[in-house]
């Protein structure tokens, strides 16, 4: 009875290597991603204003014209109002947190944009003085939305922070990261609305 007991055990144990094994290479080909722990580099109880835009709507799809994989796609037209008195200068940002990165993904940094600007177009020259950063995919200023086949819908931050300085006096070079935390500790206040894309 125990040698019976032993045998039976070393062939549950094959069987369950075998079926691990292929569980394993199954959920591999499903694998979804998402991490909601990424902090949005400003401060807590921030004032708001409002952004718009005439191209991307709040809670909705991004079009087609404003995706990244095969191009960089075209920035949307963005509208902004009520920002304090006091703006010396505007930061324009797109950041994915849902991108399979770890640490979310930067489309757009823009920063350096004249206190008098109250909106963008579609596909932006930004205004003399204005600096476009680089993004996480590697290229200078706007890349749009492509997230891997078959993930979580991605959630897609548009954000515009009035700032307190007139420049952030950070090189054309510098990190989405780096801008995001100078940014956050010179915000006076932020606009923003998410929209989303999936495939």
Not at 147 to 153: E, F, H, K, R
Request: proline residues 9%; positive net charge.
């Amino acid at each position: 009875m125990h040698r019976i007991s032993r045998r039976l055990a070393v062939v549950l144990a094959v069987v369950l290597v075998f079926v691990g094994a292929a569980a394993g290479a199954s959920a591999a080909t499903v694998l979804h991603f998402g991490f909601k722990k990424v902090r949005t580099g400003l401060p807590t109880g921030l004032a708001h204003f409002k952004l718009t835009s005439t191209d991307v709507r709040a809670g909705k799809p991004i079009p087609a014209r404003q995706w990244g994989c095969d191009d960089a796609g075209l920035s949307p037209q963005l509208s902004w109002s009520g920002a304090p008195a006091g703006t010396k200068s505007f930061a324009v940002t797109l950041f994915d947190p849902d991108a399979p990165t770890g640490s979310g993904f930067w489309h757009w940094v823009a920063w350096d944009i004249p206190a008098g600007t109250t909106s963008l177009p579609t596909g932006a020259v930004l205004p003399a003085g204005s600096v476009s950063g680089p993004n996480d995919g590697g290229g200078v200023g706007y890349t749009g939305p492509c997230p891997p086949t078959g993930d979580i819908t991605h959630h897609y931050v548009f954000t515009v922070v009035a700032l307190s300085l007139p420049t952030l006096d950070l090189a054309p070079g510098t990190s989405p990261a780096v801008v995001g935390y100078v940014t956050g500790h010179n915000a006076l206040a932020s606009a923003s609305f998410t929209a989303t894309a999936q495939q």
